[in-house]
């Protein structure tokens, strides 16, 4: 068994994989790094994976499937997984050579005493291209350090400091037991990935290092904004599956519950912002629907929502309104440093 499985999503990837497969190579035999051919076909993704896999036998994994989106990449890295943990590193991005034997250590000595936690953090860079300054989101004001913790030890997460795909490493068992299986042909499948298995999350270890390296900078990613405003529909459909993940009302601890309430919070306005940046006035009716679905859904969770400082500002009426949302929404990208 290894002793952390990496999946990596590949949909025509070639320009840019070699360099993420590379940055996991350094971990030697105690990771399996797994190449998912998303269906590729503008170029040799496929190709490209099973060199490594011949080259790397007993590390590296090529496999490949029609495409089903990223999150069904995802899906399948985890299916093929025989690592105690389970990472997803997209193809576009890369891990810290020099912080990732200290976490393989950490995570080395966590399962050799027999106190596997169930969800690993460490801090990521947001790496945009022609910025010479990095941002980094840390969680040292959020979570304990160097100590195995549970949710009734946490402390506040300010805004844009939540747990992402890029800072978690989750336990593999524990990710098939809570039966987490993302949508086909879905973007922003990261948001559920890390949301629906909160509640299966007993023990958590933080790391303050910086681990991994979020790329910004290509003008076709799902997170551009221009892009993500174009696929408001699966923004959407996204939130109303972590709306439907879980009664909020019912999660215990309460600092879990109010962790996931605050997360939610910040998808739905994100949902919001974009259906009110595009000017449109049908993705508007959108963002509408999307309130009135949580309302449906959860009236109490939507009262709360609705009545604090986010709801009401993503909820101001008229033009004027509109704008005032969008310059609340810059300054705060700006201060926070998120995509």
Avoid at 187 to 199: E, G, K, T
Wanted: hydrophobic share 40%; aromatic share 12%.
């Amino acid at each position: 068994m290894k002793l952390i499985s990496f999946g990596i999503p590949c949909y025509n990837s070639a320009a840019y994989m070699s360099k993420c497969i590379e940055s996991l190579l350094i971990g030697g035999d105690e990771v399996e790094i797994i190449i998912v051919d998303d269906g590729s076909q503008k170029d040799n993704t496929l190709q490209i994976a099973k060199e490594y896999e011949a080259k790397y036998p007993g590390i590296v994994k090529a496999v490949h499937q029609e495409n089903g989106g990223h999150g069904e990449a995802v899906n399948t890295g985890l299916r093929n997984a025989t690592g105690v943990y389970y990472k997803v590193v997209d193809s576009d991005d890369w891990l810290d050579e020099i912080n990732l034997p200290k976490v393989l250590d950490k995570l080395r000595e966590l399962v050799m005493a027999g106190t596997p936690v169930d969800m690993f953090v460490a801090n990521y860079i947001y790496d945009k291209v022609g910025q010479t300054r990095k941002k980094v989101v840390r969680y040292t004001t959020a979570l304990p350090e160097n100590c195995i913790f549970t949710w009734n030890d946490v402390k506040h997460f300010h805004i844009g400091q939540y747990i992402l795909m890029h800072s978690v490493i989750y336990r593999t068992q524990m990710l098939r037991d809570c039966g987490l299986r993302l949508p086909k042909h879905t973007f922003y499948v990261d948001n559920l990935f890390v949301y629906q298995p909160l509640p299966a999350v007993k023990t958590l270890y933080y790391m303050n290092l910086d681990l991994y390296h979020y790329f910004i900078g290509r003008e076709d990613q799902s997170v551009n904004e221009a892009v993500m405003i174009g696929r408001l529909d699966q923004q959407i459909k996204v939130n109303k599956l972590m709306m439907e993940s879980w009664d909020l009302t019912k999660i215990e601890p309460r600092k879990l519950r109010n962790y996931m309430f605050d997360y939610l919070e910040v998808i739905t306005t994100v949902s919001s912002v974009l259906a009110i940046k595009s000017g449109s006035d049908e993705n508007m009716a959108k963002k509408k629907e999307l309130w009135q679905y949580l309302k449906n859904k959860n009236f109490r969770i939507w009262l709360k929502m609705r009545t604090r400082f986010l709801g009401q500002g993503v909820n101001i009426p008229g033009k004027v309104g509109n704008k005032l949302t969008i310059l609340a929404y810059k300054i705060t990208q700006k201060f926070y440093g998120f995509n």
